[in-house]
């Protein structure tokens, strides 16, 4: 079965900066595009960040200029760097296997103003 494990959350002022890491298992991770969302309180679930095998990325505009998704193949591991955190950045992130169709636990992120 697959597993995807976030970790990196925490809470932070508006401002800082965060690091999630999600470590992928039983998945051939290097040929696959992975994904983190989030999902607010009271809100849907919406896509941040992907990244496909290649490399490419892309973000919601919300994040643009201050997240930034890589991956690190040999470790079989997804990363998401946070930088300027707002207070509306606030949620649990989630890391996402599109082609297993397979979700994280979740790693909540609170950003205090």
């Known amino acids: 079965q697959v597993q995807l494990v976030e970790s990196g959350g925490g809470l932070v002022q508006a401002g800082g900066s965060l690091r999630l890491s999600c470590a992928a298992s039983?998945?051939?991770?290097?040929?696959?595009?992975m994904a983190w969302y989030r999902q607010a309180p009271g809100k849907q679930r919406e896509l941040v960040a992907a990244?496909?095998?290649?490399?490419?990325?892309n973000y919601a505009d919300s994040v643009k200029g201050r997240f930034t998704i890589s991956r690190d193949n040999a470790k079989n591991t997804l990363y998401l760097q946070m930088n300027s955190l707002k207070p509306e950045d606030t949620g649990v992130y989630y890391c996402?296997?599109?082609?297993?169709?397979?979700w994280g636990q979740g790693t909540q992120v609170t950003v205090s103003s």
């Open positions: 996402y296997a599109p082609t297993y169709g397979y």
């Open positions: 990244i496909t095998s290649g490399g490419s990325t």
């Open positions: 039983r998945i051939t991770f290097n040929i696959n595009t």
